[in-house]
């Protein structure tokens, strides 16, 4: 589905991206862990577009995109959920779910409302929100919102950029929980997460990533028993275990 081979990438002359490589199965739900700085959402940004690779390859689907931009990467089907939620404050859930869906407008009245029925039933909750403004919604909900947005597009790769970042555990399970199924239903997902406990628990492959290079790569399971990734990322309950 996405792989990234020798990805270089930055800000002028900031160097942030150190010849990155990495690959998501079709299917797979793939997690990037890392401190504030490693570079994560720089990696996310370059997959997208938003910021140009100086160096490397990243090929979607067979097709290099490393040059194309961003709207054009959308349409070959990859969307991202960023990190903060971005949702436009101003306009309804439902406007918003619309504006998500623009890849898919050609296909007609039905396919757009199939697609919202789809999210309504992933997020119940946006259903009963329907109508209220996006600036108005709980952080758990606009990130509902966030991600329902991404789905209207009906990508191949769904990329999610610190989705539990501010929300209460509770509604962190919940946002995980959704993940997984988006897994079950046949949808590809790259996972950026601080929360790395989170993140390797539903995924099935991880990466480490550290100042702008992956230092460690491997099924979820074996990084969670890493004790070098249990120091740095996992917390002392862990580390016990």
């Known amino acids: 589905m996405l792989r990234i081979k020798n990805l270089e990438a930055g800000y002028g002359k900031l160097r942030v991206l150190k010849r990155i490589s990495l690959h998501v199965n079709p299917g797979e739900i793939v997690t990037l862990i890392g401190a504030n700085g490693a570079g994560k959402t720089t990696l996310l940004s370059t997959i997208t577009g938003l910021v140009r690779a100086t160096a490397g390859e990243i090929v979607l689907k067979g097709q ?41 407008h050609r296909q007609g009245k039905e396919q757009l409302r199939e697609g919202i029925e789809y999210i309504y ?17 709980s952080g758990g909900e606009q990130q509902m919102l966030a991600m329902g ?24 399970k919940n946002i995980f929980r959704i993940i997984e199924r988006l897994r079950e239903e046949g949808n590809t997902v790259l996972l950026i997460e601080q929360n790395a406990k989170a993140a390797l628990k539903v995924a ?36 016990e275990n």
């Open 204 to 239: 099935d492959r991880g990466y480490v990533l550290e100042t702008g290079k992956i230092i460690l790569e491997g099924q979820a399971d074996e990084l969670l028993a890493n004790r070098d990734v249990q120091r740095a990322y996992l917390g002392r309950d862990v580390k």
């Open 64 to 104: 290099n995109i490393e040059t194309l931009k961003a709207e054009k990467i959308v349409f070959r089907g990859c969307s991202l959920v960023p990190e903060g939620r971005q949702v436009f404050a101003t306009m309804s859930v439902r406007e918003n779910l619309v504006l998500g869906s623009y890849v898919q």
């Open 149 to 172: 947005r991404a789905l209207m597009a009906k990508p191949a790769l769904i990329m999610l950029d610190e989705p539990s970042t501010g929300l209460a555990p509770l509604v962190v």
């Open 121 to 137: 039933d992933l997020f119940p909750v946006l259903r009963e929100r329907k109508a209220q403004l996006a600036g108005t919604l």
